[in-house]
């Protein structure tokens, strides 16, 4: 698998997910003190009071339990630390580490 790691914003990184990650891509988030891996259910980037959102529900891929989790990917842009994609079919895995956002 060819991995290509990349440094950029939070915002950058939104803009990354919103036009690169698409239903059954593989996405892990890290983000605060959380780690979310496994496979984009759906993608919402619709506007939420006013703004801009992207959430991303992602059916989680872990040993002793699975779920679904809804994460708001712009909620969280701030405490976001790594981002890793992998689209689905092909064999390359992108990495994103995310700069600290300007507040």
Same mark, same amino acid.
């Given at each position: 698998m060819i991995t290509k790691e990349v440094e950029m914003d939070c915002d950058l990184a939104i803009d990354y997910i919103k036009k690169?990650?698409?239903?059954?891509?593989?996405?892990e988030l890290s983000y605060n003190r959380?780690?979310?891996?496994? &496979? #984009?259910?759906? $993608?919402?980037?619709?506007?939420?009071?006013?703004?801009?959102?992207?959430?991303?529900?992602?059916h989680v891929s872990e040993d002793t339990f699975t779920s679904t989790v809804e994460v708001d990917v712009e909620e969280i842009k701030?405490?976001?630390? &790594? #981002?890793?994609? $992998?689209p689905k079919n092909k064999d390359e895995k992108t990495v994103i580490l995310i700069e600290k956002c300007e507040l």
């Open positions: 690169n990650v698409n239903a059954h891509d593989i996405l959380v780690f979310t891996p496994g &496979e #984009v259910l759906s $993608i919402d980037t619709s506007e939420y009071n006013g703004k801009e959102g992207l959430k991303v529900i992602i701030d405490d976001l630390i &790594e #981002v890793t994609h $992998i």
